[in-house]
């Protein structure tokens, strides 16, 4: 039962264009949201986060948007650079589930010059 | 570099052998979970650990897979007698706090089964 959904496999994206990453949840319970980068061969970096009592959150190049009605969350990078290339998984948490992770996944985004 | 540290980085086991997986967490973390990457998924939770006790292992195979975190020393995911779908990427994360949301995750163990 996948409860977090990134349809999109891959995404390729032009250095200086935004890249828009998408994700959807079907577990109401969730309340805590996550992106996090992984590099071939490495772990998952955590990126960005957001709480189910806010919509947006910004850092830096990096905000996250949460749609809870439509259960949707998004990421926007911008301006994308080379180094953005990597996988990129949206990963989500309830209050009853004790920092269980459920991850999407991943979308490979592919940054060119 | 303080962050969390799993050995061995790959791993190559028979058929019916024993594969053990270590993970030291970041210094300071006394919550470890498990988690395992199958080829082009996204990483399925195994087993939530505290020390000395197991706090979630809904996501633990019932037979086989054992998973610890002794008072002194790395967590221990255990696989008894591997099979070809065990081959798969395993990752450890650490966080400071109970339920922590914000995990920090080692650069996993890449087991292989022949």
């Known amino acids: 039962d996948q409860q977090v959904k990134q349809n999109s496999p891959s995404l390729s994206v032009q250095e200086g264009r935004i890249s828009i990453l998408n994700c959807d949840y079907t577990?109401?319970?969730?309340?805590?949201f996550l992106w996090y980068k992984k590099y071939p061969a490495e772990g998952p970096t955590f990126l960005i986060s957001?709480?189910?009592?806010?919509d947006k959150n910004e850092d830096g190049r990096f905000t996250v948007f949460l749609n809870k009605s439509a259960k949707h969350l998004s990421l926007h990078i911008v301006p994308s650079q080379p180094g953005d290339s990597a996988v990129y998984f949206c990963?989500?948490?309830?209050?009853?589930?004790?920092?269980?992770?459920?991850f999407g996944a991943g979308t490979q985004v592919v940054v060119t010059p | 570099n303080a962050g969390v540290m799993q050995n061995p980085r790959h791993l190559v086991r028979r058929r019916g052998q024993e594969a053990r997986l270590r993970c030291s967490p970041v210094?300071?973390?006394?919550?470890v979970y498990w988690y395992r990457q199958l080829p082009e998924e996204g990483l399925k939770f195994m087993v939530y650990l505290q020390k000395e006790n197991i706090i979630d292992e809904s996501g633990m195979p019932k037979e086989r897979f054992s998973a610890e975190f002794p008072k002194e020393g790395p967590s221990i995911l255990r696989i008894q007698q591997v099979v070809r779908g065990d081959s798969a990427a395993y990752f450890c994360?650490?966080?400071?706090?109970?339920?922590?949301?914000?995990?920090?995750f080692g650069p996993g163990t890449r087991l292989t089964v022949t």
């Open positions: 577990n109401s319970m969730f309340d805590y």
């Open positions: 990963a989500a948490s309830g209050t009853d589930s004790w920092g269980k992770l459920q």
């Open positions: 957001i709480s189910s009592i806010k």
């Open positions: 994360a650490s966080s400071p706090r109970q339920g922590g949301n914000e995990q920090y």
């Open positions: 210094k300071g973390h006394s919550h």
